[in-house]
């Protein structure tokens, strides 16, 4: 675990629709990813506030980091609008789209039918001492839970739960680790802090490195011409670089063949890109990955730290081959420390460090206050229906969106954004930029101000205002707009997303 707490601006005081006025969350995350604070004042928002409720400050996380996004399409938009003197594109943030987009996947609907978000083996369960929060949506990781536990391949929710019950959480979580399955401990807030970026130009002989021209584009498409490897899965990868398919760039996902996606999570995530399979060990597959990269001008993996390298694609090769590349590096659970290397998802950063106990006791003195003893919290991210699903009373709770996810997305493709523009008008050369599940958590849990509490919004939350439907190869389907918000920004993608891993290895 990091132990280097965030810091940013003093958060200021006044009305955040008010042109002028700067939003703390927005200003300390735009000065992490290195952008001229000058340009904040052109954030305002808008729309219901009564959106994302937590006892943590999700909806200001949530909306900080899609404002940073839009600033950092702006400023790149300006950039290549052709103007003499470029002028920034205002920004300004409907609260109601962030709030629908960061629950995109359950919005989600393929002719008429609501995917399950997760397993029935995956959520909180009690243990002989406590709490442990499952993974098991994809059938490898079910696999090795159960392996992991002694319980044959078709045991039920039933029988997991009788043996979880009778072990402590610390053991099922490091059996879970020793057999490549997915259980944490839930634990209580601590005081480990990681960063919220990391960001490293490369070193002086890069500098030299030519920097493709882009020549102009229109302010819809600012990253027009781009070309964008994405090694993700899941929801934070997969969130960023559907945000820069939206803003005009050439994404393609590339997974291994033995990893097959879910259906319903690319139908989610894979709006404007395009997805491939290659299996890096193959040599002709590899060959084919070894010219895309040539002319590949972002990469962004979502791999445990280290898990590139055996194929020579960890940082210092990648930027040996390429000093020009920008280089987004996406884990669970920071940077360092001893579960550094640990495979994680947003659901389980959330119990390991702190978020769902401290959620839990939110919605028990919730409960108390009001005088009600009814299942006011629920196991928000779960669709299971197994009986784990949360309640005040000790019991775990969640955010009610999988905010670490979407929140780190949105930091990513800024992130991303902000290096092309810096790439062209403050000095070439490769950018290294890394992000972590556990930054953005401890962001929320340590580095935002909790809000006051807020009354009846003026303006009440529809969801349905920022949901459309669309035909794609999976069907009809019901999906949320993006929340990218700046004058002239983009309202949809461009196409919906294609069937998984059935595009050519080539760039457009």
């Known amino acids: 675990m990091g132990s280097t707490r965030p810091t940013g601006p003093t958060e200021p005081t006044g009305p955040t629709g008010t ?14 990813l290195g952008g001229p604070p000058e340009l904040l004042e052109r954030v305002t928002f808008h729309g219901p506030d009564d959106v994302l409720p937590s006892g943590l400050p999700v909806r200001r996380l949530a909306r900080a980091t899609v404002a940073v996004c839009s600033l950092a399409a702006a400023e790149l938009a300006a950039h290549r609008g052709g103007a003499a003197v470029p002028a920034v594109p205002a920004v300004r943030v ?27 083996h995956s959520g909180f369960w009690r243990t002989a001492d406590g709490w442990v929060r499952t993974h098991a949506n994809y059938p490898h990781h079910r696999t090795r839970l159960l392996s992991a536990l002694g319980l044959a391949a078709d045991a039920g929710p039933e029988q997991l739960a009788k043996t979880l019950g009778g072990l402590p959480a610390e053991r099922i979580q490091e059996r879970a680790y020793e057999a490549g399955a997915l259980a944490v401990a839930v634990a209580p807030v601590g005081p480990a802090v990681h960063p919220l970026v990391g960001r490293r130009d490369i070193g002086a002989a890069a500098r030299t490195a030519p920097v493709r021209p882009l020549g102009e584009a229109p302010v819809d498409r600012p990253a027009a011409g781009i070309r964008v490897l994405d090694l993700t899965r899941v929801i934070a990868g997969p969130v960023a670089t559907r945000t820069l398919a939206l803003l005009g760039a050439d994404v393609l996902r590339v997974d291994s063949p033995r990893l097959p996606e879910a259906d319903d999570a690319h139908a989610d995530t894979g709006f404007g890109k395009r997805s491939t399979r290659l299996d890096l060990a193959v040599p002709a597959d590899r060959a084919v990955f070894e010219e895309l990269l040539t002319t590949a001008d972002v990469v962004v993996t979502a791999y445990r730290p280290g898990a590139l390298d055996a194929h020579g ?3 210092d090769a990648l930027f040996a081959r390429r000093p020009d590349l920008i ?9 360092t420390g001893p579960w550094a290397g640990r495979r994680g998802f947003d659901s389980l950063v959330q119990a390991g460090v702190g978020i769902a106990a401290h959620e839990s006791a939110c919605a028990s003195a919730s409960a108390s206050d009001s005088d009600s003893d009814s299942d006011s919290s629920s196991d928000s991210d779960s669709a299971s229906g197994s009986g784990h699903e949360v309640a005040p009373g000790g019991r775990p709770g969640v955010l009610p969106a999988q905010a670490l996810d979407h929140g780190t997305g949105y930091l990513i493709a800024a992130a991303v954004l902000r290096a092309l523009t810096d790439q062209r008008t403050r000095r070439p050369g490769g950018r290294h930029l890394r992000f972590s599940l556990a930054g953005t958590a401890s962001w929320l849990l ?45 309202a ?17």
């Not at 629950?103 to 978000?117: C, F």
């Open 19 to 32: 042109p002028g006025a700067v939003d703390g969350p927005t200003a300390h995350a735009w000065e992490a």
């Open 94 to 120: 409907d609260q109601g789209a962030v709030a629908t987009a960061f629950v995109s996947e359950r919005h989600l609907t393929v002719d008429g039918r609501t995917p399950v978000t997760f397993a029935p």
């Open 313 to 315: 694609l960890g940082p």
């Open 327 to 335: 280089l987004v590096q996406l884990c669970a659970w920071g940077w």
């Open 446 to 490: 340590h580095g935002i101000e909790p809000e006051a509490p807020q009354g009846a919004s003026p303006e009440p939350y529809d969801p349905s205002r920022w949901l459309v439907e669309t035909d794609s190869a999976y069907g009809r389907l019901r999906h949320a707009l993006p929340p990218i918000g700046y004058e002239g920004a983009p």
């Open 492 to 508: 949809d993608w461009s196409r919906p997303p294609g069937r998984w891993g059935t595009d050519e290895p080539v760039w457009l």
